[in-house]
């Protein structure tokens, strides 16, 4: 190699004179310093790209999540309603059959008031799982959940079969039902009724309404009475 090869020039410096091994050194820190820097700059690279995989899966594990607890959710409201249907149109059982045999007892002492309390206290410890006191209550002086209560009256025994509920898809919390109940005398059946109509519950699965939607209710009472 010639003596001019040998000397690295530098722009703003003398000539500055080098021997081979001095200048492979140099060359060597140069391609070193380079590529330090050059895997200092890709080591981002897979850094940001898990960041980026570990956002993809939260926000699509977090929206799954949320998915699930709605479709629970509707679930196990729907599962409520058929329980409140069911005990709506099953029964009397025995508790209220006893209740019920001590009512005349109870008003010839003048103690109706009395009477009603404990009649309320019953229907408030049936449905205090799905409904509130107050919602409870009000359906008892409506007449909307003593069916049994009547039927019992006349001699009859009430029980729901093929229970279907349908959650409405544009309005959250809405059901529609369909029940079939079968009406007895003395053991034997005596025929069928067919309702539908409407429940509702709140955020908590607590029953809001029940509205009837057709004659079924009127057909029941003239069944039993």
């Known amino acids: 190699m010639s003596e001019e090869n040998e000397n690295i020039r530098f722009s703003s410096y003398e000539h500055v004179s080098m021997k081979p091994d001095e200048k492979e050194e140099v060359y060597e ?5 380079m590529m330090g820097e050059k895997s200092r700059n890709n080591r981002w690279i897979p850094t940001l790209l898990t960041a980026a995989l570990v956002s993809l899966f939260i926000l699509a594990g977090g929206y799954a999540l949320m998915n699930s607890v709605i479709t629970n959710q509707s679930a196990s409201h729907e599962e409520a309603v058929k329980e ?17 045999d001590q009512e005349n007892r109870y008003i010839e002492e003048g103690n109706s008031e009395e009477y009603f309390d404990l009649f309320l206290s019953y229907y408030k410890d049936l449905f205090r799982p799905y409904m509130s006191p107050v919602t409870i209550e009000q359906y008892v002086n409506e007449g909307k959940i003593t069916f049994p ?4 009256s006349s001699g009859c025994k009430l029980k729901a079969e093929k229970i279907v509920v349908k959650e409405n898809e544009t309005v959250q919390g809405s059901f529609t039902f369909t029940v079939k109940v079968v009406y007895s005398r003395d053991g034997d059946e005596r ?27 009127g057909e029941l009472m003239e069944k039993v009475r």
């Not at 409140?84 to 019920?100: Q, R």
């Open 29 to 33: 820190r140069l391609v070193g310093s």
């Open 84 to 100: 409140v249907l069911e005990k709506i149109f099953t029964g009397p059982d025995d508790e209220l059959k006893s209740l019920m």
């Open 149 to 152: 209560y009547y039927a019992y």
């Open 191 to 217: 025929g069928t009724v067919d309702l539908s109509g409407d429940i509702t519950v709140n955020d908590q699965g607590l029953v809001e309404s029940i509205r009837f939607r057709d004659k079924g209710v």
